[in-house]
T-cell receptor, first 112, second 113 residues
Framework: DTEVTQTPKHLVMGMTNKKSLKCEQH?????MYWYKQKAKKPPELMFV???????INESVPSRFSPECPNSSLLNLHLHALQPEDSALYLC???????????FGAGSRLTVL | GNSVTQMEGPVTLSEEAFLTINCTYT??????LFWYVQYPGEGLQLLLK?????DKGSNKGFEATYRKETTSFHLEKGSVQVSDSAVYFC????????????FGTGTRLQVTL
């Protein structure tokens, strides 16, 4: 299995909703990432987990809450989002001492 | 800090034309260099990579050579196809426990019949 699987593919939520994005990989990768990509822009790093521990938080607002329950799963909990948070959210994974990331297809989020 | 500069798009080519997408970088130390491709509505896929000076990465007819003297990693393909239409991102990383990729702004390629 050489894939990173993200669900849902599309999500529409109101500003008062609570929702979660999910990411799963079975490649034995011990680093997992969340990126945010706005239209016609490159991906921007949000969070990095190494060995299921948060190692990098790129000053992301607290309305985004990551969670890594085990080495194969990565969640992004969303609460009280703003319309400007609408974007494609990409999950990725890698070996710890390698620098090649495998990306998922993304979850396209629309905040109304 | 690290940065990547790509040529602005969109790049529009006819099928079978020669492609060059320029990429230059600024980095401390010796970064690894990458080209990622994003097809419409999809995530990013690694196209090719090079980890040290003078390395040539290649895949699916695309090539790029790590040029330390000019800090460049230009993407080339001899004959593009309509199916190559996508956004191409040049990126670099300095390896550590967890890699941080620095992306260029992306170049949209459109290939027409």
């Amino acid at each position: 299995d050489t894939e990173v699987t993200q669900t849902p593919k599309h999500l529409v939520m109101g500003m008062t909703n609570k929702k979660s994005l999910k990411c799963e990989q079975h490649m034995g990768h011990r680093a997992m990432y969340w990126y945010k990509q706005k239209a016609k822009k490159p991906p921007e790093l949000m969070f990095v987990y190494s060995y299921e521990k948060l190692s990098i938080n790129e000053s992301v607002p607290s309305r985004f809450s990551p969670e890594c329950p085990n080495s194969s799963l990565l969640n992004l909990h969303l609460h009280a989002l703003q319309p400007e948070d609408s974007a494609l959210y990409l999950c990725a994974s890698s070996q710890l001492r390698a620098n090649v990331l495998t990306f998922g297809a993304g979850s396209r989020l629309t905040v109304l | 800090g690290n940065s990547v500069t790509q040529m602005e798009g969109p790049v529009t080519l006819s099928e079978e034309a020669f492609l060059t997408i320029n990429c230059t970088y600024t980095a401390t130390g010796y970064p690894s260099l990458f080209w990622y491709v994003q097809y419409p509505g999809e995530g990013l896929q690694l196209l090719l990579k090079a980890t040290k000076a003078d390395d040539k990465g290649s895949n699916k007819g695309f090539e790029a050579t790590y040029r330390k003297e000019t800090t460049s990693f230009h993407l080339e393909k001899g004959s593009v196809q309509v199916s190559d239409s996508a956004v191409y991102f040049c990126a670099l990383s300095t390896a550590g426990t967890a890699s941080k990729l620095t992306f260029g702004t992306g170049t949209r390629l459109q290939v027409t019949l």
